[in-house]
Every structure is written in structure tokens, then in C-alpha cells.
């Protein structure tokens, strides 16, 4: 298997070329700021497997191309399960970003993942803005932080880069994206690995089975993971149990994958 590395955007195209030159049967990157140049490469050699993370959408892809995503719903209701469980004052909250198509539906899982905690434990638990999207960082830090008077000690930020977001006092917070965005002060975090969806792709190409389109890592296959922060050891045992049956299909959640 060849191998290239490209340092800036703009080195992606030279990159591709000297790939191409050994023949290769499939270019794929997981650097997300790449995905727009790996797309003009598929565009410009229809016949090449190009595979790439950051697509927002493969509605108006080439054929050729596959968006390497994930699908972190199943991971976002044990989100809401450990969110429940670390919880003081029962009050939660869920927010993405408005350019974020996606955070809603997260959201709605880490609601149903809470409830299903509250049902197990008979205590009560509510959570503010499953279906609010902040339209920029500001926006969401300002939420944030009016939840945080309002008793919400636990807050899910559903979607990917939101965890640059400034700490709030007396605020947990449950995150999502790639390993290396992960705050390490986090309660929780969903890791996205598009390394995962990618090696599927490649056996694809392999078994002479590319079809393009979308292929999403998940909690089933280790695309999406939920890492747990510092907890009691009891619900981090919990927590686990819960994530294995959701990834094995013993335990349904509202929104599926």
C-alpha cells in the first residue's frame, strides 16, 4: 500500500499525483480540512476511489467519492445515561451548533439516554435545550453559563469543536470529536475515529465492493466510543454495561444507528 503525507491544503493535489503514479487503487484522508481538495481530486479521475472525512453531505458527491463519517447516536444515549448518573441536581442540558445538522438528533438521544437512567434509579431528572442550537461559540458559552445559575451541573455539547468552549464553575461537561480534541477535565467524551470507517472503505476497494457514498462509524463497530472522566467506580461499571448492550443491540435507544 503507497502512502503520501501532505502538510498544508494546498500540497494535497501534488500528493494525490505522485499516489497516482503508483497506481494505487484508493486515496482517503481523515484530516477533515482536506476534504474539499480530495473531492476535486475524485472529480478530476472518476474512475479512482477518493474516501475522505469532513464531508458535510455526499447528496452531490461524485460517485466516486465517499464521505468517511459517523453516526454517534447510540453513543450520545449513554452520554445521557452517565450524565444522569453524575448528576447532583437532576438538571441537564444538550446544545449544538445551528450549522450542525446533527446535534439535535444527539441531543434527543442524550435525553432518552437520561431517562432511561432515571427510570433504572427512580430519580428525576430534566434536561433544557435538547432541541436548541447556538449559532456560534459565544452563543453557546453564554447558554452555558445561564444554565449553570439555573442549576444544570451537567451539560452535553453535541457537537464536534465545541470543546474549545471556556469552563463553566460548577459545570460538567460531556464532549465529542476526535481523540486528540478531547478535554482531558472532561466528565465524558465521545471519541470519533474516522480511522475506523476508512478500513472499511479500504476492504471495500479490497473485495472489489466500492459504492461509494456514505460509510459512518458507530458504537457497534468502535467508529464512535464513549470515554468516561472521573467518576465513582460504580457508574463508570454502569456506564460500561449500558454502552456494551446499546453496541450490541440488547438495549434499543430512540434513535438508533
Known sequence: MAGGVADTEDQVPETATGLLATRCALVMSVYEPYADQLVAVAQAHPDLPVAAAGIASSSTLPANVTRLGFDAGSAAFVAGYLAAGASSSGRLGALGLADDAEAERRARS?????????????????????????????????????????????????????????????????????????????????????????????QQVADGLYVGGDVDGTLADGGVRVEVGDVPPRLRTQVSAVADDVASGRLATDAGE
Open 110 to 202: 442524550f435525553v432518552a439516554g437520561a431517562r432511561y437512567r432515571a427510570s433504572q434509579t427512580g430519580t428525576d431528572v430534566s434536561v433544557l435545550g435538547s432541541s436548541r442550537r447556538a449559532a456560534d461559540d459565544r452563543a453557546a458559552e453564554r447558554l452555558l453559563r445561564r444554565w449553570a445559575r439555573s442549576g444544570v451541573d451537567v451539560a452535553f455539547t453535541a457537537s464536534p469543536g465545541l470543546s474549545r468552549l471556556a469552563p463553566v464553575p460548577r459545570q460538567q461537561r460531556i464532549g465529542i470529536g476526535l481523540e486528540q480534541e478531547r478535554n482531558p477535565g472532561a466528565l465524558g467524551w465521545l471519541v470519533t475515529d474516522p480511522a475506523v470507517s476508512a478500513v472499511a472503505v479500504a
